[in-house]
Structures are given as structure tokens and as C-alpha cells.
């Protein structure tokens, strides 16, 4: 595909950004929702013949991993929209270094800029970073922990962590370039025209190193929240099955479960991404480096703005990250039970 080809594709993804994408969600659920509003009986048939007539570990026949990947990436497109003005003023107020950028003054900031798409400057990006990134982590997460399940072995729960981690990790690493991408779209306004212009614009000035600026915090991050978050969620879930009697709980306690694994998880890992936010626009528009690297950011952050500075920024994460999340593993959850991809039953 040419260049030029390239940039319209992207471009339009920009240009609509503000589409909202939670009609996919209405299809997607509605069959759901209205059985579990009218009380449930289809859902808990659903369940009950999963629980009965799938294997611990599934089939890797009738395209399971395509169905996952699927599920994983309508949840991170729907869930990214829905939270993306939240993002961005997470994004104003964690680069806000000199002072306490307040909630009312990046709402200000944003208003300023006369346009709905102000709410969503970044969302292209996010919503093409996150849906490979969300499909393959989910997606990775349920293959290993098959392959380790062939055997009929225990997973403990450190394994759990681990797999789960190293499925996060290794799905960050491979979308990295978009995160920078986003942190540049997020934080200004009129510097750049769209993605292509941003990724023009760092290569001529750093090079392609550029694009990885701040991957090692947000490696040395996203491990442990990815491990942290998808253990909790599947273990809670596990226990709310049980306490239902092997019925699946319904999407109010999905939401409720993601929401409170993703926030706790969240918290552990937020300092290490809020340096690679930092590093990752560092330099932005020409302007003189502030950070010689990882250590350096640690440092300086540490020595002018103490403990806080690494949680600036955090309510509005928090705010965004947890509602995205249950979102997030909502839909996921709820898109296997459409295309009937029961769960991996850990021994």
C-alpha cells in the first residue's frame, strides 16, 4: 500500500474520532442484556450447558483464537471511545510538570479548543492501539494458559501472574509506537495534522528510536498491571460462578469485577506510567530534552514534585481506566458467549 493511501486511511480514522462506537456494543450484547433483564433463563441454559459439555481445556478447533481476538477487539475499541475524554485529560494533567493542573482547568483547556473533537484529540489512535493490543493480550492470555492445562496441571496462582503479565507485555511491546504516537496527539493541539505527521515529524528529528522512547517504565509497568489485573478478574470470577451454582454472573457484576481488578491494579502500576508518558514527549515540538532517560525522569520528578508527582494525573486515570476496564472485560466476556468460546477451566 503507498504512502499516500497510507495517510487517507489514517486520516479518516482521526476524522472520526468522535463517532461513537457503542452502537457495536448494543448489537453485540443486546440478546444478552434483554435475557438477563428478563431474568436470565437463556443465560443461565448458556451457562450451565458451557459448564457441562466443554472440557477444561477447549478444542482448538472452530476457530477459537479467531473468536478471541475478535471479542478482545471490539472490547478495546468500544471501551476506548466511550472513556477518551477522560484519557486526554489524564494525558494534560500528567505532563503538567511546573503545577497542579486542576480538573476544572483541563476541562478548560479543552473547551478552548471550539470543538467536540478537542474531547477526542488521540481516540484514532487509542482505538488503533487498543484493539490489537487488548485482542492479543486476551487472546495470548488464553492460549498459554491452555498449553500449560494440556497435562491436567495446577496452575498456583504465581503462574497466573506471570502468564498474565508476559501477555500484556509482549502485546505492548508490539503496539509500543502508537502509544507515543497518542501522547503527542493528546497533549497539543495544532502541532501535528494526524498520525502520519507525528510519526514524519519524530523520525526526522530522533529517528525511529523515537517512536520507543519510554518503552522500558511502560514494560517494567504494564507486566505487573496486566498479571495483577487479569488474575484478579478471572479469579473473581471463578468464585461469583461457585457462589451462583455454576451459573455466570450477569454483566452488572462483570462490570463491577473489571472495574475493581483494573483499579487496584492501576494503582501498583501508575508511577512507571506516568514516566513514560514524560519520556515519551520529551522534546515535543522542538524543545530542549528534560530527561536524559528512565532514571533521570525518576529522579527529577522525585526531587521537585516528592511522592505525588508520581501520582499526578491519578484520580482522572483511575476515573477512565476503571470504567474502560469493566467495559472492557464486559464485553469480552459477553462476545465469547455470542460466538460460543467458553472459558479455560483452571484445575
Same mark, same amino acid.
Given at each position: 500500500m503507498?504512502l ?5 486511511i489514517?486520516t479518516q480514522i482521526?476524522s472520526?474520532?468522535s463517532?461513537?462506537l457503542c452502537?457495536c456494543?448494543?448489537?453485540l450484547l443486546?440478546?444478552r442484556?434483554?435475557?438477563w ?7 443461565t441454559?448458556l451457562s ?5 459439555s ?6 482448538e478447533d472452530n476457530g477459537r483464537?479467531i473468536k478471541?481476538?475478535v471479542s478482545?477487539?471490539?472490547a %478495546? ?7 477518551a475524554?477522560?484519557?486526554r485529560?489524564?494525558?494534560l ?8 493542573l486542576t ?5 478548560a483547556r479543552?473547551?478552548a479548543?471550539? =470543538?467536540p ?5 488521540g481516540n %484514532? ?7 490489537p493490543?487488548?485482542a492479543?493480550k486476551?487472546t $495470548?492470555?488464553d ?5 500449560v492445562?494440556k497435562d491436567g ?7 497466573r501472574?506471570?502468564?498474565g503479565g508476559?501477555?500484556?507485555g509482549?502485546?505492548?511491546a ?8 497518542q501522547a503527542h ?7 501535528y495534522? %494526524?498520525?502520519?505527521?507525528v510519526?514524519?515529524q519524530?523520525v526526522h528529528?530522533d %529517528?525511529y ?8 517504565p ?6 505487573p498491571?496486566a498479571?495483577v489485573?487479569i488474575t484478579?478478574f478471572?479469579?473473581?470470577?471463578e468464585?461469583l460462578?461457585?457462589?451462583?451454582g455454576g451459573?455466570?454472573p450477569g454483566?452488572?457484576l462483570?462490570l ?13 502500576a501508575?508511577p512507571l506510567?506516568?514516566?513514560r508518558?514524560r $519520556?515519551a514527549i520529551?522534546g515535543?515540538?522542538?524543545?530542549p530534552r ?6 533521570d525522569?525518576?529522579?527529577r520528578?522525585w526531587?521537585k514534585e516528592?511522592l505525588?508527582?508520581f501520582?499526578k494525573?491519578? =484520580?482522572? =486515570? ?5 470504567p ?5 472485560w ?7 458467549v455470542?460466538?460460543h468460546c ?6
Amino acid at each position: 500500500m503507498c504512502l499516500e493511501s497510507t495517510d487517507t486511511i489514517l486520516t479518516q480514522i482521526e476524522s472520526s474520532e468522535s463517532v461513537p462506537l457503542c452502537c457495536c456494543a448494543y448489537y453485540l450484547l443486546r440478546p444478552r442484556l434483554l435475557n438477563w433483564i428478563a431474568g436470565g433463563s437463556d443465560h443461565t441454559k448458556l451457562s450451565l450447558q458451557t459448564e457441562q459439555s466443554v472440557p477444561s481445556v477447549p478444542d482448538e478447533d472452530n476457530g477459537r483464537a479467531i473468536k478471541l481476538l475478535v471479542s478482545g477487539g471490539a472490547a %478495546g475499541a468500544i471501551s476506548r471511545t466511550v472513556t477518551a475524554p477522560i484519557d486526554r485529560l489524564k494525558f494534560l494533567m500528567q505532563v503538567s510538570s511546573t503545577s497542579k493542573l486542576t480538573l476544572g482547568q483541563g476541562l478548560a483547556r479543552m473547551a478552548a479548543e471550539r =470543538s467536540p473533537k478537542a474531547y477526542f484529540r488521540g481516540n %484514532g489512535t487509542n482505538v488503533l492501539k487498543n484493539v490489537p493490543e487488548t485482542a492479543l493480550k486476551l487472546t $495470548l492470555n488464553d492460549r498459554v494458559k491452555s498449553l500449560v492445562l494440556k497435562d491436567g496441571h495446577h496452575m498456583a496462582l504465581w503462574e497466573r501472574l506471570v502468564i498474565g503479565g508476559l501477555s500484556g507485555g509482549i502485546a505492548q511491546a508490539l503496539i509500543y509506537p502508537l502509544e507515543v504516537i497518542q501522547a503527542h496527539l493528546a497533549t497539543t493541539s495544532g502541532a501535528y495534522t %494526524g498520525i502520519m505527521d507525528v510519526v514524519r515529524q519524530l523520525v526526522h528529528r530522533d %529517528g525511529y528510536r523515537s517512536l520507543y522512547r519510554g518503552i522500558t517504565p511502560c514494560l517494567l509497568g504494564i507486566v505487573p498491571y496486566a498479571g495483577v489485573d487479569i488474575t484478579l478478574f478471572e479469579v473473581v470470577k471463578e468464585k461469583l460462578v461457585e457462589s451462583h451454582g455454576g451459573q455466570a454472573p450477569g454483566p452488572h457484576l462483570l462490570l463491577l469485577t473489571g472495574m475493581t481488578s483494573s483499579s487496584i491494579a492501576q494503582t501498583m502500576a501508575y508511577p512507571l506510567g506516568l514516566i513514560r508518558t514524560r $519520556l515519551a514527549i520529551d522534546g515535543q515540538g522542538g524543545q530542549p530534552r528534560m530527561y536524559t532517560g528512565m532514571l533521570d525522569c525518576l529522579r527529577r520528578t522525585w526531587a521537585k514534585e516528592g511522592l505525588m508527582g508520581f501520582y499526578k494525573g491519578w =484520580s482522572m =486515570s483511575l476515573a477512565k481506566v476503571a470504567p474502560a476496564a469493566g467495559i472492557s472485560w464486559l464485553i469480552f466476556e459477553e462476545g465469547k458467549v455470542v460466538l460460543h468460546c467458553p472459558d479455560v477451566h483452571v484445575h
